[in-house]
């Protein structure tokens, strides 16, 4: 198994469907991360996950609900999204969310690659 | 607030030849740097980061990068591209110290590396 998984790879949806990114990793760490990553546009942090806990919702909209039932998985539930909120979703994770800003390295998964019609 | 420029959107060059990918950043602190490399179809991968000590950091590849206090810089250099190097590269920064669990991100540079 790689370190950081997600699923699916591709995902089409409709504005009116509920559909969900799966992110699992497997290097025991402490905090799991989205990015939105949209053609010529920097990353954007959208939730950071600390031991399970929310410690960052970057003002995103309610129509993407983040849920972390433990350290090892993280999911990203989407509702009646908008054509505008098609881009590559990136799961990361990293030994601890508050010893990123000191020393810490982020993993990444490869990414789910939504297209909203 | 920070923020970090690339200042190519584009970099292609020819096998064998020295690349160099530019960064600036702007931090009202003292920071930490990174560079991260995404493959076609990949999610991203530490290159190499800048934390204290020596100006002059060395990653995997055979990538560097040189830290310039002064110019607010981190640009990333390699003497001879591969093939292989052609991917995305993103510069990123952190702040020293406090709660903070954002790396801001650049917009990427895209590397072809031309036979």
């Known amino acids: 198994e790689t370190g950081v998984t997600q699923t699916p790879r591709h995902l089409v949806m409709g504005m009116t469907n509920k559909k969900s990114l799966k992110c699992e990793q497997h290097l025991g760490h402490n905090a799991m991360y989205w990015y939105k990553q949209s053609a010529k546009k920097p990353l954007e942090l959208m939730f950071v996950?600390?031991?399970?806990?929310?410690?960052e919702n970057n003002s995103v909209p309610s129509r993407f609900s983040p849920e972390c039932p433990n350290s090892s998985h993280l999911f990203l539930h989407l509702h009646t999204l908008q054509p505008e909120d098609s881009a590559l979703y990136l799961c990361a994770s990293s030994q601890e969310a508050l010893v990123l800003a000191v020393a810490g390295e982020l993993f990444f998964g490869e990414g789910s690659r939504l297209t909203v019609l | 607030a920070q923020s970090v420029t690339q200042l190519d959107s584009q970099v292609p060059v020819f096998e064998e030849a020295p690349v160099e990918l530019r960064c600036n950043y702007s931090s009202s602190v003292s920071v930490y740097l990174f560079w991260y490399v995404q493959y076609p179809n990949q999610g991203l991968q530490l290159l190499l980061k800048y934390l204290s000590g020596s100006t002059l950091v060395k990653g995997i590849n055979g990538f560097e990068a040189e830290f310039n206090k002064s110019q607010t810089s981190f640009h990333l250099r390699k003497p001879s591209v591969h093939i292989s190097d052609t991917a995305e590269y993103f510069c990123?920064?952190?702040?020293?110290?406090?709660?903070?669990?954002?790396?801001?991100f650049g917009k990427g540079t895209l590397l072809t590396v031309n036979p």
């Open positions: 990123a920064v952190s702040d020293r110290g406090g709660s903070n669990y954002k790396l801001t």
């Open positions: 996950y600390s031991l399970e806990e929310r410690v």
